[in-house]
């Protein structure tokens, strides 16, 4: 990977205490990704053996939703496509327009690049 960090990455949690992250895509797939925690606000990505990253300024909630589970999903994105995206729907909020809902969803999915579990020692 050429990316040494990847600081403040959009992390989620639902209701029944899954974690889920979203990053951009890399080339490649991933082979037994697993994280590890560096410090109280960095994590190291081990997404291949030839391949790793720091997730770095992590918020103390998700450090402390992350030491309860095993494994997490990680949401690799195509960061051009999201920002078209985000482009499009911006203008539309701006023309007041009334999003097509389904092909609004069609283009978020076509943003996701890979999804995958990830096992988290935390």
Do not use: C, W
């Amino acid at each position: 990977m050429d990316i040494n960090e990847l600081p403040s990455l959009q992390f989620v949690m639902n209701e029944a205490g899954m974690v889920s992250v979203f990053m951009p895509a890399f080339e490649g797939e991933p082979s037994n990704p697993v994280i590890t925690k560096k410090d109280d606000t960095t994590l190291h990505f081990q997404r291949s053996p030839d391949g790793d990253v720091l997730l770095t300024k992590i918020e103390p909630e998700v450090m402390q939703a992350l030491a309860g589970v095993k494994k997490m999903l990680v949401i690799e994105t195509n960061v051009l496509k999201s920002i078209d995206v985000l482009d499009k729907a911006l203008s539309a909020y701006i023309k007041s327009e009334e999003p097509d809902q389904e092909a609004a969803q069609s283009e978020i999915m076509d943003t996701i690049e890979r999804a995958y579990e990830v096992a988290v020692n935390v």
